[in-house]
C-alpha cells in the first residue's frame, strides 16, 4: 500500500492482520482407503458408510425402519427373481470418495460375482427412511445420481409414500425426473420391463 506524497511502501493506519492459523479442513478418505481401514479393523463393528470421503456413522433406526427394509428386500427379490441379484445393506462403490451401504440394491450379475468386491453400479438403490429423511433426500440423491445409478427410491415411512428419482445425470449430480408414488400404486423398474413391485408393500402395509 503507498501513501500519499511517498515513493515507498509504508505501513498506513491499522490494517487487518491476518489471520497466523490456516483454517481447519476435514479429513477426507477415498474408497479404497475407507476399505483399508475397514480390513485393518480399525473401524470396529460400528455401523458406518462413506459419503463424499467422510465416514458417517449410521443412525440407530426405528421400528417402522426395521420392517421397511426387511419388507423392501422381500418384495424385490421375489419381483427381481433370477434377473439380477437384491443386495441388503451391503457396501456399493459410488465413484472415489463414497460407500454408502443403501437399504436395499437391485444389482446385475450373480451373487458369485461380488462375494470378494463390492459392486460399482447398480440397476436400483432403496433406503428406507424415517428418521433420516433429510440425508436421504440430499447427500444420497446426490451420490447416487454421481455414480449414474439410474433410479433410487426413497421409502418415506414417516409420511407414508415412496419418493421416485429418475434419470441420473453424472454431470450435474443430479435426478432429471422426481415424483412421489402412494398408496395403491405400483412401481416399475425402469432397467428390468415386466418387473415391479406394490407401494404398499414397500411401506409395509397391506393392500385394501
Not at 509504508?10 to 476399505?35: D, I, K, N, Q, W
Not at 462375494?115 to 447427500?139: G, N
Request: aromatic share 4%.
Amino acid at each position: 500500500m503507498h501513501c500519499a506524497g511517498s515513493t515507498r511502501t509504508v505501513a498506513c493506519g491499522a490494517m487487518p492482520r491476518a489471520a497466523t492459523t490456516p483454517p481447519r479442513t476435514e479429513l477426507r478418505y477415498t474408497s479404497s482407503r475407507y476399505f483399508a481401514l475397514r480390513a485393518e479393523g480399525i473401524l470396529g463393528n460400528d455401523r458406518v458408510e462413506l459419503l463424499e470421503g467422510v465416514i458417517v456413522a449410521m443412525s440407530p433406526e426405528s421400528a417402522r425402519e426395521t420392517a421397511g427394509v426387511r419388507c423392501a428386500g422381500d418384495s424385490l427379490t421375489v419381483a427381481v427373481g433370477a434377473q439380477a441379484v437384491v443386495r441388503v445393506r451391503q457396501p456399493l462403490v459410488a465413484g472415489a470418495w463414497s460407500v454408502p451401504e443403501p437399504d436395499v440394491a437391485v444389482v446385475a450379475g450373480l451373487k458369485s460375482d461380488h462375494v470378494d468386491t463390492p459392486p460399482t453400479a447398480a440397476l436400483l438403490v432403496v433406503e428406507v427412511s424415517d428418521t433420516t429423511l433429510v440425508q436421504d433426500r440430499l447427500t444420497k440423491a446426490t451420490i447416487y445420481a454421481a455414480a449414474g445409478v439410474p433410479e433410487y427410491w426413497l421409502v418415506n415411512v414417516r409420511d407414508g409414500r415412496v419418493e421416485v428419482f429418475r434419470r441420473a445425470d453424472r454431470l450435474v449430480r443430479h435426478y432429471g425426473e422426481q415424483f412421489v408414488a402412494g398408496h395403491g400404486s405400483r412401481l416399475e423398474l425402469r432397467t428390468l420391463p415386466g418387473v415391479g413391485v406394490a407401494v404398499d408393500d414397500l411401506l409395509h402395509q397391506d393392500e385394501p
